[in-house]
């Protein structure tokens, strides 16, 4: 297992998510313990001591089955991370309720790691509200009292916004938790957070450093481009070396849903392959086109903002839209939360699908269209 360095600790630089754990069925069904046990014995057996859950995951349940689970084995034997749920604004005001719960879920006295959970547009402002909220301040003196080891904050926003939350707490974040793939190191402007933590030597941690799913296949035109420069590589494995090598980088974080994935993965990370520059060029240009083929080429030029009568943020509703395709139909967390930060009035629901937009897009872009959609998805999502 590849080791990385933390605060004079040695950590795995593979560690296991617990947002997507072995169900008894499908979707919607239950923990299935007994493989979890199976699969945290073999992890800890393989070197991977590291355990990633949350509040919300598994709708509350991952909390107790990994406490449970872990609890067979001796404390000092495991690392285990969890978060304040700040992707629900109604959880501010309550960090003590629910830390004091978290702790008891997972059968522990501390937390190794504990998270500001999914900063991101919806959040911002009650995170910054310490004088109504105290959030910040109630996790300092948890960390005081050794009920926290390290502080830290997972990002789904903007750059502008986790500018914001590191200018008021960066002196307090150990380590920083990022979407970090070669699909988002441009779509996300992953490459301009991991520049701003480099700059102030803060750890990145990785999430969805396979992008949920979706860079585990590769057309044939991108796998042979990629054979070229390295034959016999697969595209789960392409996705691993990508994050392995970029700078900063400590742990990566994996979800891994049965015993064959965490195999698999664990090999990945048995011995460092650095990437040439030649492979690392094609793959972000490969993330670019997997981004391109399944969003609206809009340039933020803001005409068409100008002209709206609803006063939208026009762009901004269209990137949302835009990271929602490129879930390939799946659920999308960023731009749900994003839409739900925005008053109701300046969500895509509100377009009158006038098309004065239309008439000023350099683009052509179907602005009218595009905004029932992207209300139709926020709405079925919820």
């Given amino acids: 297992m ?22 008894t069925g499908g979707d919607g069904s239950p923990i299935d313990e007994e493989a979890v046990h199976a699969m945290v014995d073999y992890a800890l057996e393989n070197g991977i ?6 509040w919300g995951y598994h709708n509350g349940k991952s909390e107790p089955v990994m406490g449970a689970v872990l609890g067979r084995h001796p404390r000092d034997s495991f690392l285990l991370a969890s978060k304040f749920p700040s992707y629900d604004v109604n ?10 719960q978290q702790l008891e879920r997972c059968g522990v006295d501390h937390f190794d790691f ?33 009920r926290i080891r390290h502080l830290g904050v997972s990002v789904h926003s903007e750059f502008e916004t986790f500018e914001r939350f590191m200018e008021a707490y960066g002196e307090h974040m150990e380590f920083c938790q990022l979407e970090l793939n070669y699909e988002d190191w441009t779509f996300q402007d992953a490459r301009a957070k991991v520049a701003y933590l480099n700059e102030r030597s803060i750890p990145i941690w990785v999430m969805e450093p396979q992008r949920g799913g979706a860079l585990s296949k590769l057309s044939d ?7 070229a420069l390295r034959p016999g590589v697969s595209p789960v494995e392409w996705a691993f070396r990508f994050v392995q090598d970029v700078p900063g980088v400590t742990m990566v974080l994996s979800g891994m849903s049965n015993m064959q994935q965490l195999e698999q993965n664990i090999g990945y ?19 670019a086109e997997i981004a391109q083929a399944t969003s609206l080429p809009c ?5 068409c903002t100008s002209h709206c009568p609803r006063d939208l943020s ?23 939360m994003g839409i739900g930060a925005l008053p109701e009035d300046h969500r895509p629901s509100a377009c009158i699908a006038c098309r004065s937009c239309e008439a000023v897009c350099p683009q052509q872009l179907p602005i009218a269209s595009t905004m029932a959609k992207l209300a139709g998805k926020y709405e079925k999502q919820g």
């Avoid at 590849?2 to 169900?23: A, D, Q, S, Y």
């Avoid at 005001?93 to 004091?100: L, N, W």
């Avoid at 990370?269 to 993330?287: H, M, S």
């Avoid at 929602?324 to 960023?334: A, V």
């Fill in 2 to 23: 590849i080791t990385t360095e933390f605060k004079g600790m040695t950590l795995p630089l593979l560690g296991m998510g617990c947002m997507r754990l072995p169900r």
């Fill in 49 to 54: 001591t590291y355990f990633d859950t949350a």
């Fill in 91 to 100: 959880n501010f005001g309550h960090v003590q309720d629910i830390f004091e």
């Fill in 114 to 146: 504990y998270l500001c959970h999914n900063l991101c547009e919806l959040n911002i402002e009650q995170y910054l509200d310490e004088e109504r909220y105290g959030t910040m301040a109630y996790l300092l003196e948890q960390k005081r009292a050794g």
């Fill in 221 to 227: 035109d991108q796998q042979a481009r990629m054979d």
């Fill in 269 to 287: 990370f048995d011995a460092r392959k650095p990437l040439t520059d030649a492979e690392r060029d094609e793959l972000i240009a490969i993330g």
């Fill in 299 to 303: 340039t933020a030029c803001r005409y």
């Fill in 314 to 336: 026009i762009p901004y509703l269209l990137s949302l839209y835009n990271e929602w395709q490129s879930k390939n139909g799946g659920t999308s967390y960023i731009a749900a």
